[in-house]
T-cell receptor, first 116, second 112 residues
Framework: DTAVSQTPKYLVTQMGNDKSIKCEQN?????MYWYKQDSKKFLKIMFS???????INETVPNRFSPKSPDKAHLNLHINSLELGDSAVYFC???????????????FGPGTRLTVL | DQQVKQNSPSLSVQEGRISILNCDYT??????FLWYKKYPAEGPTFLIS?????DKNEDGRFTVFLNKSAKHLSLHIVPSQPGDSAVYFC???????????FGTGTRLTIIP
């Protein structure tokens, strides 16, 4: 059973398009995250949701909008894609709020976004 | 199937002593490994990395050891300081595949 799943795993698209990446977790966790992995393989947090409420919103372009229809899903929608958006995006979930000390996270497999 | 495993969810160490965090992996194609540190309500920050051509990499108080035959790596922090209290994630990637695979983290608590 996949704990945290992301679709699609690979996404190739043209500049200016709008695309979404979906994330689902079947662990019953309350908190979900989106991360961006840059070319140096460094991970940067973008958003965090707890029970559908936004709790972390790092400085990202407002072309990126997270959407949480329920606590098991956190989708990432990106408008007007740019070349610099090309990266690997990770979804993750954790059983506690992001501001609790214990913050074990379960990561999804990542989505490789390529903007041409 | 968890390809990167951190079997200790938590670890408590006395201030000034050595902290040793462990990570095991199953995919023999992994050739690059990273450790991240995470404070509450913040994103993970990169700590130290090692490629498979090395068996040790040191940066100040932090040293990562890689045992390829055992598919095991460890992060040593010495001396441990209160500010080291955080969750530590191990991550790995395979040659030609930029995606990272993460462990679930180990919560380190440094006791003053």
């Amino acid at each position: 059973d996949t704990a945290v799943s992301q679709t699609p795993k690979y996404l190739v698209t043209q500049m200016g398009n709008d695309k979404s990446i979906k994330c689902e977790q079947n662990l019953g966790h309350d908190t979900m995250y989106w991360y961006k992995q840059d070319s140096k393989k460094f991970l940067k947090i973008m958003f965090s949701y707890n029970n559908k409420e936004l709790i972390i919103n790092e400085t990202v372009p407002n072309r990126f909008s997270p959407k949480s229809p329920d606590k098991a899903h956190l989708n990432l929608h990106i408008n007007s894609l740019e070349l610099g958006d090309s990266a690997v995006y990770f979804c993750a979930s954790s059983p506690l709020r992001g501001d609790q000390f214990t913050d074990t996270q379960y990561f999804g497999p990542g989505t490789r976004l390529t903007v041409l | 199937d968890q390809q990167v495993k951190q079997n200790s969810p938590s670890l408590s160490v006395q201030e000034g002593r050595i902290s040793i965090l462990n990570c095991d992996y199953t995919n023999s194609m992994f050739d690059y490994f990273l450790w991240y540190k995470k404070y509450p309500a913040e994103g993970p920050t990169f700590l130290i990395s090692i490629s498979s051509i090395k068996d040790k990499n040191e940066d100040g108080r932090f040293t990562v050891f890689l045992n390829k035959s055992a598919k095991h790596l460890s992060l040593h922090i010495v001396p441990s300081q209160p500010g080291d209290s955080a969750v530590y994630f191990c991550a790995a990637s395979a040659f030609g595949n930029e995606k990272l695979t993460f462990g679930t983290g180990t919560r380190l608590t440094i006791i003053p």
